[in-house]
């Protein structure tokens, strides 16, 4: 599964995003330039406590769900701060809109494909709980039939999704995403434009990183050079450092699979193995018992974990589908009032 090392190749090709906060034009008046700071210290204390502590704690699964978290936050903390920003759908630029419906559609395709993934690795589970059934039998049958199971375990894990193939290339579109929209005469929408970018920072970087994780190909990581100019800058550098370094390290090794949990069980069955498959010598049965408890320790957190995640990668599509809803039901109210005179069908009504 594993594949070569890749070297870190920086993507920012668009110059600096934030000309448009240049002292020119739309001033941001103490209340704007507070909400803005408050959104952005918050952005960076989140990215700091993702950054781990121990490097051998970078893409557990663990750490995942806390990196699903922190973006499900962030994601809600934005809706916030357009309704603080007292900035409606109707005084939006047309480009925001579009801009804002193309990334939201990418996030929901991708957390499809994830959601796939996590299905998928989930039901390995079923493996190993056919191997710990018949290995509670210690009949040379049975235990030539857990030897199946667990061979089908590691196939099934080993297999590769198609439906991560397309990571790549919508991980690559939001990149494109960063170009932030001229904004004229608006300091709100120089404020949403802002903090906007940060959204999408922390989206494509936690998204590269579960797509590397599942597809196991470094070439799904994004190294982004952000402007020093923000306030969450160095709190990003710093964790998009620990993490993809560590990763590429991983994956240098040519491990079976590096996600934490994962390796944890593939230990043990590898421990486990060959003493079923070759018959225990009566020193071994004392290692047998212990192997078979871990296994069945490891396996059934290995599926906790896996439906921990699952569930934060639900919370965060159905956060974006209801900003997405809310904004196309806010953009069919405002075509509503400006042409009271339409039917239903879009028809003038004549009186």
């Known amino acids: 599964m594993s594949q070569p090392q890749e070297p870190h190749r920086p993507l920012f090709p668009f110059g600096n995003p934030f000309r448009m906060l240049s002292p020119k034009g739309s001033q941001l008046s103490p209340r704007l330039l507070s909400l803005l700071n408050t959104f952005e210290e918050a952005l960076a204390a989140r990215l700091q406590k993702l950054n781990p502590k121990d490097k051998g704690d970078v893409l557990s699964l663990t750490w995942m769900k806390l990196a699903m978290e922190s973006l499900c936050e962030t994601h809600t903390v934005i809706k916030t701060l357009i309704t603080e920003l007292e900035l409606p759908v109707t005084e939006w630029d047309e480009k925001w809109i579009d801009v804002y419906l193309d990334i939201t559609v990418k996030l929901l395709d991708i957390c499809i494909a994830f959601s796939s ?38 196939q099934h894990i080993g297999s590769k999704n198609p439906r991560l193939e397309n990571c790549k290339s919508i991980l690559e579109s939001l990149v494109d995403s ?24 922390q989206t494509v970087f936690v998204c590269s990183v579960f797509a590397a994780a599942f597809s196991v190909n470094s070439k799904d990581l994004i190294d982004l050079d952000v402007p020093n100019t923000i306030l969450w800058a160095q709190a990003y550098s710093d964790l998009q450092t620990t993490v993809n370094e560590e990763i590429r390290d991983v994956f240098s090794r040519r491990k079976f699979t590096f996600l934490k949990e994962l390796d944890d069980v593939e230990t043990v069955v590898k421990n486990l193995y060959p003493m079923i498959q070759d018959g225990m010598e009566p020193t071994e049965v004392e290692a047998f018992h212990s192997s078979f408890s871990d296994l069945g320790r490891r396996a059934e957190k290995l599926s906790q974990v896996l439906d921990f995640l699952a569930k934060e990668v639900d919370g965060f599509f159905k956060i974006v589908l209801s900003g997405r809803d809310a904004l196309l039901c806010n953009l069919r109210v405002s075509d509503t009032v400006a042409d009271p005179f339409r039917g239903n069908n879009g028809e003038q009504v004549i009186g």
């Not at 493996?127 to 199946?148: G, I, P, W, Y």
């Open 117 to 154: 993934e996590l299905s998928r690795l989930n039901q390995g589970h079923l493996f190993l709980q056919c191997a710990m059934h018949k290995l509670e039998s210690n009949t040379s049958d049975k235990l030539v039939r857990a030897c199946s199971s667990l061979d089908s375990w590691r």
């Open 178 to 201: 960063l170009t932030l929209p001229k904004v004229k005469n608006s300091a709100k929408g120089k404020v949403l434009m802002r903090a906007m970018y940060g959204v999408k920072v």
